[in-house]
């Protein structure tokens, strides 16, 4: 079993950075995938980035490409999400997933998640 914890989100301008946070804890193996989701009002949920655990590996939404970077600390099990040149439409709620095989870029393939962070985007 894999808990996830998410922190960092908040209220910050267009053009503005946030760093969020997903802490995990459980056994993460190095076959693992972690992402990042996003759910606006109204919105279906959408993929924004992932990082397999072992190789460092990175995938990201065209929508944050250039924008956005995902890394992760293996000694503290964490995993982060650099936003910068946010935009009103990055408005969110970010949330972590994680897989035990490789990348996808569905919500329905990540069995955990954490509970999510509200981003806000002031124009």
């Known amino acids: 079993q894999v808990q996830l914890v998410e922190s960092g989100g908040g209220l910050v301008q267009a053009g503005g950075s946030l760093r969020l946070s997903c802490a995990a804890a459980?056994?993460?193996?190095?076959?693992?995938?972690m992402a990042w989701f996003r759910q606006a009002p109204g919105k279906e949920r959408e993929f924004v980035a992932a990082?397999?655990?072992?190789?460092?590996?990175?995938y990201y939404a065209d929508s944050v490409k250039g924008r956005f970077t995902i890394s992760r600390d293996n000694a503290k099990n964490t995993v982060y999400l650099h936003m910068n040149s946010l935009k009103p439409e990055d408005t969110a709620v970010y949330y972590c997933?994680?897989?035990?095989?490789?990348?996808?870029?569905?919500?329905?393939?990540?069995?955990?998640w954490g509970q999510g962070t509200q981003v806000t985007v002031s124009s």
């Open positions: 997933a994680a897989r035990r095989f490789s990348y996808s870029d569905v919500s329905n393939d990540y069995p955990y």
């Open positions: 459980g056994r993460i193996f190095s076959s693992f995938t």
């Open positions: 990082i397999n655990w072992g190789s460092g590996s990175t």
